[in-house]
């Protein structure tokens, strides 16, 4: 279920430390994030990866269009906004369209222990805090949910990262990466396989799997990495889920970078006030 | 005809060759038309193949499967007391988890996984989504409310347990595709047995049962299997032992069993071309055509050995050319029988019509060209012995006669009140036809439907399929609390155990967020709030019951009966009260049983038609056979005995027609007329030989006794065999068959000699036989103006007689009324004068004498023949049943006796002026 909410492009969490101004083609171009010729370790790809995130963020538009199993297409647009607050993200988002849902407001919390989740209804005009479920849920009723976003960047509260090696997506040259969770973390994944960019430390696929085999796979599409405000990302990916059928592309459209987002867009009693 | 058979039994080793070849032909049909790494006999024994795929029932289902997915779930129940305690609910997520980590699984919702949204006190502001097991384990404390919460989540009580039985439920949906094909049927079978061991091992849980339309499917094809390799063997080794006892031969019983091997051959290689597979119906056709083929082989065989053929290839000829025609006519009409159920709705019956028609016809070829070219190349080790029994059968047959002549009128009237009888309780019959009741009571696949049938309340489901023409219309809160009404109704129905509906999740999502709202769970007043609610709530809970767009739902409803009576009765009831919904709204109630259901029920209409098509074949065959209306009839009438007698007895045993029975009527109509035009034709022949009904009758009853009676109790054996399968309806099909032939014999021998002595008939064949040498009409002068087939018609009527030279045909003085006409040969008239024998005249070919005699005169001359000379011979009594038969014809014969009478009246007065 759609508890949470959210559904960025981990693409848009990264951030390229070098060129602000490059353009896409520039990106395709630039040196590889870790010194030529150094030999890549998990540690450094990490670092690589996790320096990009930027401590907030706003999304103007964000397109989710979700195809069923049997080709039936919904689109839903919303904003978005990110702040992260001691290495902890907070997200909020307002659903735009369709007209009938425009107002419904989410607001999701990284918290020290646990997740939480608020929802706003605006036709009760209440929110309600929500537990039980959260993070896995898809976005918008898409395959996008908070925790894979995470996992896509190998960001587990816990666990170990692998560095397997080196390979090429999209004739780009990638790290091959495995995330493991650790064991507290509350997922059903048991490893995620990420192919992520040397140029930009940006996940262009990742592979979800559990015990039965891959669950979803996540792509980003490389010709559409671009940047602003010098955040490097992917305006284009997509989930597919294996088991299901079903498969959501994401679209991001005028992402910003800004200093100082209100506090109070992040705050359960206003959160939903933010539109 | 005979010519194509004397060059088929010249040749024997070429026809051998021949067979040799088509038979590797169709093994290499067989071989190169099953699938890759397939078995060479595919069994589906699943609901669909009952189905009709075009239908407006099939249509719904399609749609039904393209908004919600083919997936049928396995549903899974486990006991445990009390239910709601922690240890129970910690195993029940303990085996949940385990059972969604199993290949194949895609999902899995139970307590551990459906999330209870009514937990909520009405002061707080969080909203706890999780499951049930998820709550308990994080308020241990608070069982009672958990408990409390769900029982009042019409999401949860009954669907996923029943607080009463203490039973929880797991809904186990296999990966899209994990019940098509067919090794994934095994793999539907391996998953519910490792679900089923899960559930066993968790501590806490207790007697687990698995059900699931995949896994009956499955059992049915493992039982159709079971019963094919259980049938046709035993079908196989009694008839083995019958014909070895009747002949007492065994290579004879060998030649015979290779001519049905290859008949088996073909019917399969057409089955594998036309991608059948073996299903409860296409199952039972091989053990008919095995039975078919022991019958044309024990006609063939004793005609063989009756003619004593040995290696002579001239008695072959006799012997074949004796039997041929019979068996082609037998070969006809039960092909005729068989392709009657082409008619028939369901598929799975149709092509056991296709099956079975293919091994007839084979089996009917081969029986007069392979069978007999085997005999004749190994006629030197057969033998020439008398045939066993015949002793018994002439007795039988003497006595069988005696009391048929003599009973005959009481026999007649008893066989039309039998059949009167059959034919009112026939009224009484029903479409009918079990699913899992058709497996005996102690198998686990049907102990285990029963179980959850009486613990969760409804083993099988169906749907209601709920079409818009625009999206979310269903949301509305007019329409929902509509289908919201037609849900409460559904859950008073006895046959409902339990139903499962998006109008329900939307409630529970709205007492959810306002927990504050006391009482019965309502519908949001708005369309709005009950988008912005399922938007919230998202898809995953209700995929199955409304897609993303609610234009489309599914209201599954769990059935707690199996008969397809009751099922049809359900969904008619559930089809008037969903008239009552906004006509915005289409609603069709659909699944798999339902459809089967429905086309169950047209079984009846269509068995008529079925039934009434092939009689009306089979009744012009015996018309084109007989050449007359009134001997069809007859020979019609001992058929329809055993046909009434198997309708009332469905009527009265309450024995519902379902797939299998239905192909008793028209298997048992292609039977038993074969033994009536056995019978009708040999009496025929008799009686114009021998010009006594009584003898005639004997005659034809010694002849055809023992094999009549042979090939009935190798009916009888084969289909009584099908009371070995594992499935009752293959048993009530076997012992109806098997009876219904029992009847077939009785009828053929009291019923149909007691009606045929009462007519005589003419045969085509006879008609075929009859020389009446060239244009018989213009040199015959009685036979002036008749076509060769009337002239031909006339002289069956007559006694068709060849005298020796020397014979006296006519004695002067004598009184008789016998009128002859000279075919070919010649006659001398004569009388004696005086001690002197002086000749009058000379008749050739066309004469017509002894009219005296016909008008009441004692014969004027003597005729003796001069050399061998056929002629007619005819009375009056002949005539008038030519008369009541062909009337035409008796007018131009009587006109022509007028006009020789006139001629010959013209000329003595003549001579005496």
Redesign the interface.
Known sequence: MAWVICAVAPAAFTAETAAPDASAAAVAEAPPATAAGAEATAETVMSCMRANVPQQLRLRELVVRTEEADGDVRTLRARMYVMREEGRAMVTMHVESPSEVRGTSYLWRELETRDETFVFIPELNRVRRVIGSGADSGVMDSEFSMRDLQQVQGSFSSGVQHYLGEGTVEGRNVWKMRFEPGEAEPTSYTHVLADVDQMRCVTLRADFVDEKGVVKHFSAQAESLTESDGIAYARHVRMDNRRSGRKSFAEITQLEAPDDLPRRIFLPNAFYLGR | MMRWLNALLSRPRVVIAVATLVSALAALTIVLNREDGGPLLRVDASFEALIPGESEEGRVMDRLE??F?ASEPLLAIVHAEPLFAAETLRAIADAHDQIA?L?G??NVTSLASA?NLLFNEPDD???????VT??LA?NPEQLARVRNSAARNPMLAGVLFNADTDTAAFVITP??GAAEGGGTELDMVALAQRISEILSDTEGLEQPAVTGNALISAATSDAVWTGLIRTLPVAVVLVVALLALSFRSTLVVVLGSMSIGVSLLVMWAVGAVADLSLNMVTAIAPPVVVAFGIMFSIHMVSEWLRHSVGEDTRLARRAVGAVAVPLLLNGLTTSIGLAALGLSPLPAVREFALLTVTGVVSLTILSVSYLPALLLLMGSHIGQQKLPGEGIAAKAARWLATFDIRWRRHLVVLGAVVVVIGLIMAQRVEPGSAYVENFADNAPVRMDYNRINQQLGGAATISVLLETPLD?VLLDPGVATAVDDFVQWARSQPEIGAVASYVDHVKVLNAA??PEVDGALVY?D????A???V???????VRGLI???QRHARLTIRITVDHSSRIRDLAKRMERQLNALPPALQASVTGTPVMAAYTVDRIVDRQWLSVGAALVAIFLVLLALFLSMRAALIAMLPNLLPVSVYFGLLGITGIGLNPATSLVACLVIGVAVDDTIHFLARFNAEARARGSEGAAVSHALRTILRPVTLTTAALCLSFGVFALSPLSSHTEFGLLAALALFVAWLTDIFITPALGSMVRIVTLWDLLRVDLGQSPQYTVPLLTGLSNRQARLFALTARYETVPAGTDIMREGEVSADICVVVDGQLEVWVTRNGQRKVLNCLFRGATLGEAGYFGQKRTATVTAKGETRILRFDANDLERLRRRHPRIAALVLRNLNRIQAERLAHATAMLR
């Open positions: 393209q908004f997915g980590q290949p699984v895609a999330p502001p969080t909203l706890d989504v999780g499951s998820q709550q994080r990966e899209e979310h967020m306002q949001p708005s369309a709005r709030l988008r912005q609610l938007n919230f709530g998202g898809t995953d809970a897609d993303p767009r």
